[in-house]
């Protein structure tokens, strides 16, 4: 990655929205693998997403959504595909209000190589959790 090129402007709207959009689908990672973090990831849900699933279900599908959700091992759920589409949502915007505030940077190289290695680190703990779950039964 050159550090001294200037990206297109459709690179760095590009950028801006995947990472936005990375960010809301991955965090609380990796606080959300300390099992004595529970409570606060699960007050975080709750109070966040709790809010914003419902509303955003009611808003665009008309539909009513319990604002807590039993963990069913799936994503497979209305709730969880109203929430990817509350990420889309939120990374849109945010990528609009992040190119009106940061229009004159020229490139997001190191942004761009720290979200690399997160999205690794994410990969490679989600790789061996589903693995451990097959060899070792709990």
């Known amino acids: ?8 402007l459709f690179q760095k709207i590009g ?3 995947f990472f936005s959009y990375a960010i809301l689908s991955i965090f609380p990672f990796p606080i959300n693998s300390f099992t ?3 409570n606060i990831i699960n007050w975080f849900n709750v109070s966040v997403w709790g809010n914003i ?5 009611r808003l665009f599908f008309e539909l009513d959504i319990a604002s807590e959700q039993s963990f069913t091992g799936s994503g497979d759920t209305t709730y969880y595909y109203v929430l990817t589409f509350s990420h889309l949502i939120i990374a849109i915007i945010a990528t609009l209000i992040w190119s009106i505030l940061d229009r004159k940077r020229k490139h997001y190289v190191h942004l761009l190589k720290f979200l690399v290695i997160y999205i690794a680190y994410y990969v490679m703990y989600a790789m061996f959790s589903y693995g451990s779950y097959k060899i070792i039964p709990l």
């Open 1 to 8: 990655m050159n550090q001294h090129a200037t990206w297109s």
């Open 15 to 17: 950028f801006r929205f």
């Open 36 to 38: 004595f973090l529970y």
């Open 53 to 57: 699933v419902p509303f955003f279900g």
